[in-house]
């Protein structure tokens, strides 16, 4: 329904106390799609509490550092909620250097594992999170240790297995 797709753009404009881009477009089928990227982390709980209240469903959250030739410090979180069938992906930018950003937790219970993985993955530091214990990696393993070797983003590209233990190795042979 474009109605409230349309809806949650006024919504965010009447609530949000600073700048942020909204798009919309509607394919030939009629399948309504919704972009917005907010212009700081601040702005992720009003939104979504937006977003909730205008019924919608959390599908996923995608978090992925920023690459180019080296892994880098920049990352974006983008939160997909589905409404009466239409989407909506909402996009926070992490500055280089920044790792907070808040828990939607307490609003969408389903978000709990993939703000934990991205804390895991990224040593990314969720606010108000209601269980912020790790997933798969052991506690004594450094933080978002996979990126010291290989982008999250690249290994799960299938770009890893001979370019992550090349790393592993040099790093060795650098350690001796």
Excluded at 20 to 25: D, E, N, P, R
Excluded at 53 to 58: I, V
Aim: aromatic share 8%.
């Amino acid at each position: 329904m474009i109605e409230k797709i349309k809806r949650i753009q006024s919504l965010f404009t009447e609530t949000l106390d600073a700048p942020f881009t909204y798009a919309i477009h509607v394919n030939v089928k009629g399948v309504v799609t919704a972009w917005c990227t907010l212009s700081s982390p601040a702005l992720l709980l009003p939104a979504v509490t937006v977003v909730k209240q205008a019924g919608s469903r959390l599908s996923t959250i995608t978090a992925y550092q920023h690459t180019r030739q080296e892994a880098s410090d920049v990352h974006e979180i983008a939160y997909h909620f589905d409404i009466d069938g239409d989407t909506l992906t909402l996009t926070v930018h992490l500055p280089e250097g920044e790792r907070d950003i808040a828990s939607i937790t307490p609003l969408f219970r389903n978000a709990n594992w993939n703000e934990r993985e991205f804390m895991e993955l990224y040593d990314l530091n969720v606010v108000g999170h209601p269980n912020p214990t790790r997933l798969f990696i052991d506690d004594d393993i450094d933080p978002a240790v996979l990126q010291k070797f290989i982008p999250f983003s690249d290994m799960v590209n299938a770009a890893s297995t001979k370019s992550l233990w090349e790393k592993i190795m040099s790093q060795r042979g650098e350690k001796k």
